[in-house]
C-alpha cells in the first residue's frame, strides 16, 4: 500500500522560507510523477509543483522563481523549497505521486503553512 508522510508546515513570517518534505513508501518512488498542492480556505485545490522521474520540474506562475521542488529517489522524498512566502501562499500542502495513468493518484494527509506577521 502506498503511504505519502508530510512534514515541515508552520508558521513563518512574510518573506521567511520552509522545507516541506514528503517521504512516499510502498512502491517504486524513482518512477513516479510527484509533486505538491494546494488549498487555501474556501479555494480549490491547486498545483503549486511537480517533477517527473526524469526531465524538468514544472511550477505554478504564482510561485516561479520563489519555490524550488527536487526529489531524492535513494530516500523516496520529494523537497519543496518555499522561499519569500507571502500570506497569499497561506493553505494546507499536500504531497502527490502518480505512478500510472490509469490509476488513481495518491495523496498525503496535508500539512498547514501559514504566513503571518
Known amino acids: 500500500q502506498v503511504q505519502l508522510v508530510e512534514s515541515g508546515g508552520g508558521l513563518v513570517q512574510p518573506g521567511g522560507s520552509l522545507t516541506l518534505v514528503c517521504t512516499v513508501s510502498g512502491s517504486t518512488f524513482r518512477l513516479a510523477l510527484v509533486g505538491w498542492f494546494r488549498q487555501a480556505a474556501g479555494k480549490e485545490r491547486e498545483l503549486v509543483a511537480r517533477?517527473?522521474?526524469?526531465?524538468?520540474?514544472i511550477y505554478a506562475d504564482s510561485v516561479k522563481g520563489r519555490f524550488t521542488i527536487s526529489r531524492d529517489n535513494a530516500k523516496n522524498t520529494v523537497y519543496l523549497q518555499m522561499n519569500s512566502l507571502e500570506p497569499e501562499d497561506t493553505a494546507v500542502y499536500y504531497c502527490?505521486?502518480?505512478?500510472?495513468?490509469?490509476?488513481?493518484?495518491?495523496w498525503g494527509q496535508g500539512t498547514q503553512v501559514t504566513v503571518s506577521s
Open positions: 502527490n505521486a502518480r505512478f500510472s495513468l490509469t490509476r488513481p493518484d495518491h
Open positions: 517533477i517527473p522521474s526524469m526531465g524538468s520540474p
